[in-house]
């Protein structure tokens, strides 16, 4: 099913508000024209009181005289207010081509109307290529609370790709109640690390499926050491794009430490940066127990521990820093997703050429 939108976005908020709800645009037409064309066309506009039909002194008029007589000048804003809203417009409009400038194709609107119809019926009736790379295969690293949740969700939602994570794909296993399901459940219940040859068996598994090989996936929460990178390339799952979100242990610890749960509606809130919207709210919010400082510090050193191996294991990959707003991360992501693919990443152990 296709849809038309009109008049939004008109704000890279707004975009960004899209895409997070998974509404990703296939073409992308913004109408250009100079100032004083647009100012001339604001001032021209006559509306019909009865039918709501808008017009145009030079460019639509009517043909029945009775409609023309009682048309009425459109109630707008000042010539001087018009001028601050098109100063605004031409800010924003620099973040939107941004925002979809992989899909997006500008159309001068100064020509009659016919020919700018035309452009765009011709634009929205063209199936250009898609944006992602081809069966993208992505692997985001980061400490605790850098954001790889929301970040491969955002990817996932706009490439069409598989959204894995290493613990939720472990806990659907283990509620399948399948022979698997069965011999980590003892390990989930306990708190304890599944062993590596049944995580890498369930995730080669899932990797193997015909969604991963033909939409490609985005993996977070494995590998954690250079053991897991080796096995996991040992199986020929090798990704074409590997991020870390960099972030120092302080802001983790604020980030994630000061973050509790509504029990009720899942939602989360921050003590300092979203705080609970009622005291009764507050009242039943809930904090998990690994996310205390003690318990963060722990995780942390485990990540640092591994984090420099990994490095040097994927040595194209590219870091990025998550102590900025999440879309900023989301765009910087992109960014690097959307260049031309190398033929492979260096297999460990050779030179880059």
Not at 60 to 72: F, G, S, T
Not at 186 to 196: A, C, H, I, M, R
Not at 199 to 216: A, E, H, M
Not at 308 to 324: G, M, N, R, T
Request: hydrophobic share 35%.
């Amino acid at each position: 099913m296709s849809c038309l939108m009109k008049g939004i976005p008109q704000t890279h908020r707004e975009a960004v508000s899209l895409q997070e709800a998974g509404v990703i645009p296939d073409h992308v037409v913004l109408l250009e024209a100079p100032d004083a064309v647009l100012i001339e066309r604001s001032h021209g506009k006559r509306v019909d009181p009865i039918t709501g039909d808008i017009y145009h002194v030079t460019f639509i008029w009517p043909e029945d005289n009775e409609v023309a007589h009682r048309l009425e000048r459109q109630t707008s804003d000042s010539e001087e207010q018009g001028v601050t809203q098109l100063m605004k417009q031409h800010q924003e409009v620099t973040a939107l081509r941004r925002t979809y400038q992989y899909c997006l194709k500008s159309i001068d609107a100064d020509q009659p109307f016919v020919d700018v119809f035309d452009q765009v019926l011709t634009y929205v009736l063209s199936r250009h290529r898609s944006v992602a790379p081809h069966t993208p295969r992505v692997l985001l690293f980061g400490p605790p609370g850098s954001g790889k949740s929301l970040q491969a969700k955002l990817i996932s939602q706009k490439y069409n790709t598989v959204n894995l994570c290493c613990s939720e794909l472990l806990e659907a296993v283990c509620a399948d109640a399948t022979s698997m399901g069965e011999l980590i459940k003892p390990y989930l219940e306990s708190g304890q690390q599944v062993p590596d040859s049944m995580v890498l068996q369930i995730l080669t598994d899932r990797l193997s499926k015909l969604d991963c090989t033909t939409r490609g996936w985005v993996l977070h929460g494995f590998p954690r050491d250079l053991e897991q990178a080796e096995k996991l390339q040992e199986a020929n799952f090798i990704p074409s794009r590997v991020f870390f979100l960099e972030m120092t242990d302080d802001v983790v610890i604020e980030r994630v430490s000061l973050t509790s749960v509504d029990p009720v509606t899942g939602d989360r809130y921050h003590s300092l940066y979203k705080p609970a919207p009622s005291p009764k709210v507050q009242g039943r919010l809930q904090f998990h127990p690994k996310d205390s400082e003690a318990q963060l510090l722990q995780r942390l050193k485990e990540y640092w521990a591994n984090s420099s191996s990994l490095q040097a294991f994927y040595p194209e990959a590219v870091h990025i820093s998550a102590d900025q707003d999440p879309h900023t991360v989301f765009e910087s992501l992109e960014s690097r997703l959307v260049v031309p693919l190398p033929k492979s990443l260096p297999v460990k152990g050779e030179n880059s050429t």
